[in-house]
């Protein structure tokens, strides 16, 4: 069992508007979905365009946090046409990601270097 | 409050049951509480996981749109038959949550409608009994 956590990373100022990455760790349950939800609220509001969540480290999400990232996908394309990406490796939560149906929503990679080379393409 | 567990002897199977504070904090609780179960009754690595994960999401929606007993409790409880785990969460509450339309009313209804449906295909068997008395939801991993 492992706490969610949250970290802020480096935003990439290079591409127009910014990407934003942060990453999500631990068990992503309906206590702390709230929290993932202010942080991205927070990354739109400072301008970024498009958001990378890394969950590398993350053991569990749950419906609710799932519900926040979909409610994401619209909302950064509101604010300036900008995209979500994931990161994610832990079998069991790319599970997760597939059936719940957020996998066809947002592009989902393996390393956060390949989901910033990915937005870096977005025009 | 701090959960209790009981063992359940009226029944033949053996059975086991959580009351826990129907409190966001309980969570992480009511995952390792399945889990552990699940791995005693013998369901693989990934059985284990999926049944966490349904028995977090009934949990949830419990907290979130069902009513506590008057202590503040919702009821877990784990049943271990011969060919099947099953696992019956209870709260007092009589919501019925409306997922059968296309689109769903609010965010709530669309989460619960998320949540019900990743039960759904994570357990072989979903049961939603409502009553006047309450609502339990019924969890069922059949042995393979």
């Known amino acids: 069992m492992s706490a969610f956590y949250i970290t802020d990373e480096t935003v990439d100022e290079a591409v127009a508007g910014g990407v934003g990455v942060f990453a999500a760790g631990g068990e992503i349950d309906y206590a702390a979905s709230p929290l993932l939800h202010e942080h991205i609220a927070k990354y739109i509001n400072a301008g970024t365009r498009h958001l990378v969540i890394d969950l590398s480290a993350a053991t569990f999400i749950d419906s609710t946090a799932i519900g926040v990232m979909m409610a994401a996908v619209g909302s950064l394309h509101e604010a300036c046409g900008g995209r979500l990406a994931a990161v994610c490796v832990h079998g069991n939560v790319l599970k997760i990601l597939e059936i719940s149906g957020l996998q066809a929503a947002i592009a989902i990679y393996r390393t956060r270097e390949e989901a910033l080379s990915a937005l870096a393409l977005v025009a | ?144």
Not at chain 2, 15 to 27: G, H, I, K, M, R
Not at chain 2, 82 to 98: E, M, N
């Open chain 2, 1 to 144: 409050m701090k959960a209790q567990a009981a063992t359940d002897r009226q029944t033949n199977s053996p059975s086991s049951a959580l009351c826990l504070p129907a409190e966001l904090s309980q969570l992480a609780a009511a995952r390792t509480f399945a889990r552990q179960a699940a791995a005693a009754y013998g369901l693989d690595g990934d059985g284990c996981y999926e049944f966490a994960y349904a028995v977090n999401e009934a949990v949830t929606n419990a907290i979130r749109h069902g009513l506590p007993d008057e202590r503040g409790f919702i009821r877990v409880t784990i049943t271990a038959e011969a060919d099947r785990l099953t696992c019956a969460v209870r709260d007092w509450g009589t919501f019925t949550p409306p997922t059968e339309g296309p689109v769903a009313a609010s965010d709530a209804a669309a989460e619960h409608g998320r949540g019900l449906m990743l039960m759904r295909i994570l357990m072989d068997e979903v049961r939603v009994h409502t009553s006047s008395g309450g609502t339990t939801v019924y969890l069922s991993k059949v042995r393979r």
